[in-house]
């Protein structure tokens, strides 16, 4: 069966395929022809959106004869009636009984049932739920920093509002009015926000969970737009429901006396106090979640990959089925190496079976000579083979003995490079170099010629594991090494139509695949995680400026509508200091009470986000502590510009036009 995508690739719209004979002389068959029996719906994912062929699998009798070899991923589909608990309880008992009856190569090791969604999607569904919290509070702010502006809109017209009632207005036509005004600026406010992502189409699909990308929608869809003005024309009504009331049904008598007295009401300002309180909150809550990622990506960047990954070039060279034999592949890999490492510019090229963050598995049992296993030992390790100059190209650091390298070839001793785990887990304060291991009774033994620094091969979530690794030489026919690394100076994707070419030239059959440089591969590990921190530092900032201006307009208008008790003030003798302390003192105030809620939010929302951290817990006290520290000091800043009006203002003016 071929993909849909293989499908247009090669055949366009013509649905006659199935049935046709095509000859698989790229990707992963060779030049074996094989007959099309299906194509995969466009939906179709199975692990990975990189295979474009499914073929049946077949082992040479030695292969299927072998247990220590680990690097198959089996698919099974529910009977109806069985959940994913029970399969998974029945697969521990039947991995449990197979350990018991081949306790070589099967000791210790077990079986996990997890749902396919589960597994191509990952965290991707906390993603998703993370962010769309991080966008409803980011609404929230807003709309609250909206209800803000009309309450005030709506307090510095309450004079107006209350000669129109004395002359004969309703109460309902001037809650309509305030609806109207409400509604042109929510709508206004969605006509502009549908049109930044339109502008910013590239930046929007970046942000994209790399696990969603192949779902996307285009942003004209109906369905979003419909949403789009929905949200819009509900926040409109909902948030000035509040200022609409209150200009509705407030006394005209009192209005005219508060109006006369300068004074804003004391509902009114309690409301507005409120929502000034809940931006405060939302903006810490979103301010942390986006620090406890900043700290995450900080402690992964800062882990040592144990490898040099700068100026990499990788790319996989599916070996065909003329290559079958390991005594026909030394010659294909050195020639393509010899004309790799012609070209100006390389550093080193080599072939290996399985790259650092390519694959969790490739694994195989193992013994050391000598050795009497123990209960807690793992009984496997991760096998990587490459050619001569493999570890050297990878910059591997030894840390005892020696790397491999042309000594290590199929007539020399059979020799092995292993990992400070293993040495650490099974010869714990002994020298490594010159032990011998084997992976089962019938095969010979290797004897240990270097130790060296772990690699981060199976990506940065899952611990450190025993590592072997062997000459191509040397290793089994059923590992074949189609992986190829060169390392160059300057950029490593510039090289890849030179190194394609030399391919070519040795075998024009040979397929090449997967051109990366081995930076972005490290990136796809970690690109979630860059979105949603790019997303939640860009949300975290919004609220921070949406709730300063909140703060802002609460006491600016404050301050307006207190400037006759401040002219009074001031003319009994009140210093600026303490009209400026008057003023600064209700936003700070209203800001600790903000921190302090927004604090216990975080505290109990964060943890939901625990899958997605890395090296920091989600209470991490010096992320709150920061966190709180730069709100403190941009809301005082916030405060700190109406208080200095309020310490400008003449009494001799205010007291006159009074």
Not at 141 to 151: E, G, P
Not at 526 to 549: E, K, N
Not at 550 to 566: D, F, H, K, M
Request: charged fraction near 20%; proline fraction near 5%.
């Amino acid at each position: 069966m071929i993909s849909h995508a293989l499908w247009q690739r090669r055949y366009g719209s013509d649905p006659g395929i199935v049935g046709r004979t095509i000859s698989m002389s790229v990707e992963r068959v060779g030049d074996v022809k094989h007959e099309v029996v299906g194509v995969a719906p466009p939906s179709f994912v199975f692990l990975s959106r990189e295979i474009d062929y499914w073929v049946p699998m077949q082992f040479s009798p030695e292969e299927a004869a072998t247990r220590g070899n680990h690097f198959l991923e089996v698919v099974a589909r529910l009977k109806p009636d069985v959940t994913a608990e029970a399969a998974d309880s029945e697969m521990r008992t039947i991995a449990k009984r197979l350990s018991e009856q081949y306790p070589e190569s099967n000791r210790d090791l077990g079986a996990v049932v997890v749902p396919i969604r589960e597994q191509v999607l990952g965290d991707t569904r906390v993603q998703v739920v993370a962010l769309m919290t991080a966008a409803a509070a980011i609404v929230l702010i807003a709309c609250a920093n909206l209800a803000s502006l009309l309450l005030a809109r709506a307090s510095v017209r309450r004079g107006e509002y209350a000669v129109r009632l004395s002359l004969g207005a309703s109460r309902g036509r001037l809650a309509r009015q305030v609806l109207v005004e409400a509604m042109c600026l929510s709508v206004s406010g969605g006509v502009l926000g549908l049109a930044i992502p339109m502008l910013t189409t590239t930046f929007v699909e970046r942000i994209v969970p790399v696990g969603l990308q192949a779902f996307t929608v285009s942003l004209m869809d109906w369905h979003l737009l419909a949403f789009a003005a929905t949200l819009s024309i509900a926040t409109g009504v909902l948030f000035s429901l509040g200022p609409a009331l209150q200009s509705a049904h407030a006394s005209t008598a009192e209005v005219l006396q508060q109006h006369a007295r300068g004074n804003a009401g004391g509902r009114s300002r309690a409301f507005r106090d409120g929502l000034v309180v809940l931006q405060v909150a939302a903006t810490l809550v979103l301010l942390v979640a986006a620090g406890l990622m900043l700290r995450t990506l900080a402690n992964l960047n800062a882990i040592d990959l144990g490898f040099d990954a700068n100026n990499l070039l990788t790319m996989q060279a599916p070996l065909m089925p003329k290559y079958a034999e390991p005594s026909t592949r030394p010659a294909f890999y050195e020639r393509i190496i010899a004309g790799i490492r012609a070209l100006p510019g390389v550093r080193g090229a080599a072939f290996g079976s399985m790259l650092p963050f390519q694959s969790p598995g490739y694994t195989r049992t193992f013994s050391i000579e000598g050795r009497r296993p123990r209960p807690e030992d793992e009984q496997d390790a991760l096998v990587r083979i490459g050619t001569d100059d493999y570890l050297q190209t990878l910059r591997v650091t030894p840390v005892e003995g020696r790397l491999l390298d042309t000594r290590d070839g199929a007539d020399a001793p059979l020799a092995v490079v292993v990992n400070e785990t293993l040495v650490r887990q099974f010869l714990p304060g002994q020298s490594a170099l010159g032990r011998r291991i084997r992976f089962n009774p019938t095969e010979p033994w290797f004897t240990i010629v270097g130790v060296v620094r772990d690699v981060v091969e199976r990506g940065y979530q899952q611990k450190s594991k025993s590592g072997i690794y062997m000459a191509a030489a040397q290793g089994p026919r059923f590992f074949p090494t189609i992986s190829l690394i060169v390392r160059v100076d300057g950029d490593p994707l510039g090289y890849a139509g030179a190194v394609q070419r030399i391919v070519r030239d040795v075998d024009p059959d040979q397929p090449i695949r997967l051109i990366r440089s081995m930076t972005d591969i490290i990136g796809l590990t970690v690109g979630d995680r860059r979105q949603q921190t790019t997303l939640l530092v860009v949300f975290g900032v919004l609220a921070l400026i949406i709730a300063s201006l909140g703060l802002y307009g609460l006491l600016a208008q404050t301050v307006s509508a207190r400037s006759r008790e401040i002219g009074i003030r001031m003319a009994l003798g009140a210093t600026w200091r303490s009209v400026m302390q008057m003023v600064m003192s209700r936003g700070i105030l209203l800001t600790g009470a903000g921190v302090g809620i927004g604090a216990v939010l975080a505290w109990s929302l964060t943890r939901a986000m625990e899958s997605l951290l890395y090296g920091v817990g989600a209470s991490d006290p010096l992320t709150f502590g920061l966190v709180a520290s730069l709100l403190a000091a941009v809301s005082a800043v916030a405060c700190a510009i109406p208080a200095m009006r309020a310490a400008r203002v003449d009494p001799m003016l205010v007291l006159r036009d009074q």
